[in-house]
T-cell receptor, first 113, second 112 residues
């Protein structure tokens, strides 16, 4: 089992719809969770982080965390063509060697006109 | 603006050549990292440094070495480049005690 898993996509949604991106992780002790957005050929940029169970909202973005089920999701409301990018989930895994930020392979999102 | 910069941005080299990728930052962060990104494999940690005197191997350090010349500078070397080191390389920084990273623009390296 991969430590952080994401569906590679592409996930296609029409403009104005809600895009739902999911991520599961293996380490039950993980405490910190991050979503990065990466446009093609560019570097990842942080868009959301969440530490506690439940939802965290920032503008059109909502991060949802369920520690019991070991998944974290990102919802993008009113999706725009400019949201088309790859979204990377990152989790701080509590490993024997200390805290380690581990990335999933990313989900490609395409927002269609 | 406080920033993370990488040089060169693109490099094509031949098998067996020594290559150095450089990273500098004006964010004042203590922690610096080198990642490589390959299609389908995501971002993988090569080396990281929590301060000038601290160097740690990541999950894929074989074939690479690093030098932390100053708080603001962290360089990655490929002593003898091989084709499977063809990838997009990112430098990143973070504050001590904070997990999220700030990435540089990346270096696209091609080894022929």
């Amino acid at each position: 089992q991969k430590e952080v898993e994401q569906n590679s996509g592409p996930l296609s949604v029409p403009e104005g719809a809600i895009a739902s991106l999911n991520c599961t992780y293996s380490d039950r002790g993980s405490q910190s969770f991050f979503w990065y957005r990466q446009y093609s050929g560019k570097s990842p940029e942080l868009i959301m982080f969440i530490y506690s169970n439940g939802d965290k909202e920032d503008g059109r973005f909502t991060a949802q965390l369920n520690k019991a089920s070991q998944y974290v999701s990102l919802l993008i409301r009113d999706s725009q063509p400019s949201d088309s990018a790859t979204y990377l989930c990152a989790v701080v895994l509590i490993t024997g060697g200390g805290n380690k930020l581990t990335f999933g392979t990313g989900t490609q999102l395409k927002v269609e006109l | 603006d406080a920033d993370v910069t990488q040089t060169p941005r693109n490099r094509i080299t031949k098998t067996g050549k020594r290559i150095m990728l450089e990273c500098s930052q004006t964010k004042g962060h203590d922690r610096m990292y080198w990642y490589r990104q390959d299609p389908g494999l995501g971002l993988r940690l090569i080396y990281y440094s929590f301060d000038v005197k601290d160097i740690n191997k990541g999950e894929i350090s074989d074939g690479y070495s690093v030098s932390r010349q100053a708080q603001a500078k962290f360089s990655l070397s490929l002593e003898s480049a091989i084709p499977n080191q063809t990838a997009l390389y990112f430098c990143a920084t973070s504050l001590a005690g904070v997990s999220h990273l700030f990435f540089g623009p990346g270096t696209r390296l091609t080894v022929l």
